[in-house]
């Protein structure tokens, strides 16, 4: 399967954003995780269809109305693991 991980700096953290991904994953049909990292970033992993990863990606470059969103980094990688739903982790 492809996934992506994405690390997004910015005013991403006390703003709702990964409940924002949970829910944008949740709508997309993907599988993985979101987590606050120490530095004041965003980190999600997700895996599923392509197309919906674009998509995924396509929105966490937005954000949450009360988020700011300075860069966006993205890996894409083939993954053999299925996790099963999408979960906050930190």
Do not use: C
């Amino acid at each position: 399967m492809r996934a992506v991980r994405i690390v997004v700096t910015g005013r991403v953290q006390g703003v709702g954003f990964r409940d924002f991904v949970k829910r944008r994953a949740g709508e997309l049909g993907l599988a993985g995780w979101v987590r606050n990292r120490p530095d004041g970033s965003v980190e999600a992993e997700a895996v599923g269809r392509e197309a919906a990863l674009l998509r995924f990606v396509e929105a966490l470059r937005v954000g949450p109305g009360h988020a700011r969103v300075d860069v966006a980094a993205e890996e894409w990688f083939e993954s053999t693991e299925v996790p099963g739903g999408f979960r906050v982790t930190g």
